[in-house]
């Protein structure tokens, strides 16, 4: 199976700050390849799908990019309300796992 | 509104089962796939299963640490995904969404049913 594993684990920025978290796959998974924003207390929330489409409603402050290993989650200016844990996630074929996780609080 | 709602989930003890149902609103559920997402508490996200529309044959998937022990299953009639759990463990505690896949990834999530696996 194909493994997902992020960088940094957690990550403390300052508000209006640029905060890039990295994602690897074990494999190549093309551009099948999706962000997830997980504040505390809540629900996960679809940030970007095919590596680098921003689903609708979602700040133009996040960007994805990458293709098949290496992909990438920029938030360009760090606002009060981004704290939360920040997922990646293969959807291609099962097993659809996710990244452990990148925390991200202000400084 | 386009929504999921999760119900079921209780207190078992280990060894014991477990049904989670998960109604949907709001879109056409019968040609959605449906997974189940697991978090056990301060912990991530662990992919759970996955049921394929009619379409696809009604297809299903599960994680390696469920395989045997959980079962997908939908009624399109009634809008709703179910999930199975037998055999469960102390390690199967945690809060259970259920969600959609499309194009999109999965798009959208319910606010997730609490399971506590205790003797």
């Known amino acids: 199976d194909i493994q997902m594993t992020q960088s940094p684990s957690s990550l403390s920025a300052s508000v209006g700050d640029r905060v890039t978290i990295t994602c690897r796959a074990s494999q190549g998974i093309s551009n099948y390849l999706a962000w997830y924003q997980q504040k505390p207390g809540k629900v996960p929330k679809l940030l970007i799908y095919?590596?680098?489409t921003l689903q609708s409603g979602v700040p133009s402050r996040f960007s994805g990019s990458g293709s098949g290993t290496d992909f990438t989650l920029t938030i360009s200016s760090l606002q009060p309300e981004d704290v939360a844990t920040y997922y990646c996630q293969k959807y291609n074929s099962a097993p659809f796992t996710f990244g452990p996780g990148t925390k991200v609080d202000i400084k | 509104e386009v929504q999921l709602v999760e119900s079921g989930g209780g207190l078992v003890q280990p060894g014991g089962s477990l049904k989670l149902s998960c109604a949907a609103s709001?879109?056409?559920?019968?040609?959605?796939?449906m997974h189940w997402v697991r978090q056990a508490s301060g912990k991530g996200l662990e992919w759970v299963g996955r049921?394929?529309?009619?379409?696809?044959?009604?297809?299903?998937a599960y994680a390696a640490s469920v395989k045997g022990r959980f079962t997908i299953s939908r009624d399109d009639s009634k809008n709703t995904a179910y999930l199975q759990m037998n055999s469960l463990k102390t390690e199967d505690t945690a809060v259970y969404y259920c969600?959609?896949?499309?194009?999109?990834?999965?798009?959208?999530w319910g606010q997730g049913t609490m399971v506590t696996v205790s003797s």
């Open positions: 049921i394929r529309s009619k379409a696809n044959s009604y297809a299903t």
């Open positions: 095919a590596a680098s």
């Open positions: 969600t959609r896949h499309r194009s999109n990834a999965f798009d959208i």
């Open positions: 709001g879109f056409t559920f019968s040609g959605s796939a």
